[in-house]
């Protein structure tokens, strides 16, 4: 799996044509491997949230599976929220390859060795 970011900047002209300030631009593209891809498809994930953000009050996705496999190109008007977003996208792409794993394991079996040091605050 890959993420593929491109950031740009634009200027914001008025009606009149004077300076308004500065958009931000972010595409995005996520590159599945075949397999992921027939995962993907086999488990419908096309329609899953890849990250939120929140406008007015309101829970709104960054982009579903199939958007960001078809690429998919953002603006926000100040650097912080296209970073905060880009962040947030990795997250949720990181998270979507844990849920591929877990999908490609159904089937099979997995063997955990368990040490005393995976114990956690939580534990005894």
Not at 44 to 70: C, M, N, R, T, Y
Not at 95 to 113: H, R
Request: charge should be negative; charged fraction near 30%; glycine fraction near 8%.
């Amino acid at each position: 799996m890959q993420l593929i970011v491109k950031r740009d900047q634009a200027d914001r002209r008025g009606v009149f044509g004077g300076h308004k300030g500065v958009d931000f631009s972010l595409f995005f593209k996520l590159v599945l491997s075949p397999e992921e891809l027939n995962l993907v498809h086999r488990y419908k994930f096309e329609d899953h949230p890849l990250g939120w953000w929140f406008a007015q009050g309101a829970e709104i996705p960054i982009a579903s599976v199939a958007e960001a496999l078809a690429g998919k190109t953002m603006q926000w008007p100040s650097v912080v929220e296209l970073v905060t977003r880009e962040r947030e996208l990795k997250r949720a792409c990181r998270s979507l390859k844990l849920l591929i794993e877990v999908a490609a394991s159904f089937g099979g079996e997995e063997v955990f060795d368990i040490e005393v040091d995976d114990v956690d605050d939580e534990g005894l």
